[in-house]
C-alpha cells in the first residue's frame, strides 16, 4: 500500500556531492523508519542510512559518516539523502525503503523504491 517514489540520482565527479529525494504515500504507521540502501554490480545490498519519522533518530554507514545526511519533510512526507564528498566506490543504485523500526538489516524494511543510479567519476 505504501508507494516511494526516488530522483535526483545522476552523475557527478569525485568530491562533489548530490542529493536524493524520497516521496512516501500511502498508509502511514504511528511510529516508522526510512531508509537507504545501496547495491553495486556484483555486490550485496548495503546499508546506508536511515531516519526514525518521529524522533528524527538516525543511523549511518560506518562508510559514510560525516559525508552523507539522511533529513526528512514531514509536510511533504519526502525523505532525503545529502551526499557530499563524494568517492568513486559510493556508486550504485540507491533504493529508499520503509520499515517498522530503525534498522540496519534490508529484513526490516518492507516497502523499497525503483532505485536510482548515483555514478561518481574520477
Known amino acids: 500500500q505504501v508507494q516511494l517514489v526516488e530522483s535526483g540520482g545522476g552523475l557527478v565527479q569525485a568530491g562533489g556531492s548530490l542529493r536524493l529525494s524520497c516521496a512516501a504515500s500511502g498508509r502511514t504507521f504511528s511510529s516508522y523508519a526510512m531508509g537507504w540502501f545501496r547495491q553495486a554490480p556484483g555486490k550485496e545490498r548495503e546499508f546506508v542510512a536511515a531516519i526514525n519519522w518521529g524522533s528524527s533518530s538516525t543511523l549511518y554507514a560506518d562508510s559514510v559518516k560525516g559525508r552523507f545526511t539522511i533529513s526528512r519533510d514531514n509536510a511533504k512526507n519526502t525523505v532525503y539523502l545529502q551526499m557530499n564528498s563524494l568517492k568513486p566506490e559510493d556508486t550504485a543504485v540507491y533504493f529508499c525503503?520503509?520499515?517498522?523500526?530503525?534498522?540496519?538489516?534490508?529484513?526490516?524494511?518492507?516497502?523499497w523504491g525503483q532505485g536510482t543510479q548515483v555514478t561518481v567519476s574520477s
Open positions: 525503503a520503509r520499515g517498522v523500526v530503525l534498522s540496519t538489516s534490508s529484513l526490516n524494511y518492507r516497502y
